[in-house]
């Protein structure tokens, strides 16, 4: 087993970070990565496995604290009461500026995502923000007798593919480098715009 020397494995996620945000996931070298870090190939592959473990080992944490957040909120407005659910609409619109002040907070890690990893890296973070927000809808509802457009095929896919439109468009304030307060901005834009097709598919009251 190589001797773990103290420091060096901060000094290689340091070095991996540059090369990827400079050359993208498969262009960068664990040979440029290792000689920048004064440590040697074998050690990093020692440590994370692969390039695609040590590229993990920047951004994992992040993602989860997203996901982890992200299906927190939408638990606490889960377990209201049914007759206390009808501002569903204004609860999600409203969580939309703590999301996107997370990805801010954390914006080197979310720009290696978006603009430095591998396709399917990306892709299944988004999947997996999907997949809460889908369930969470349909239970909502089922929950409020809304659930014909979650019940027929047409109607599932049409919340698959709204909520994969919406998260995906967030993720562009970050691949078009706005500022935070313009990220913002935009994204408030955005969930006004999705509220709107949302208030209609549900038949709920637009505002």
Known sequence: MAKRIEGVSDEVLRCAREEFMEMGFQESSMRVIAAKANTSTGSIYTRYGDKSGLFHALIDETVNGLLKGFEAVQAV???????????????????????????????????LLTRCSDKDCYERMIDRLIDVDVKYTFRFMQCTGRSALADSQTGALMVHMLSNAFYSGLFET???????EDAIAYALRLRRFFRMGWADLLGMEKG
Do not use: C, T, W
């Open 77 to 111: 407005f889960d377990d209201r009461p049914v007759e206390s659910k009808s501002d569903a609409l204004d609860y999600a619109s409203d969580q939309v500026v703590g999301m996107v002040n997370y990805l801010y907070d954390h914006l080197d890690d979310f720009r």
């Open 174 to 180: 970050i691949r078009h480098e706005l500022s935070r």
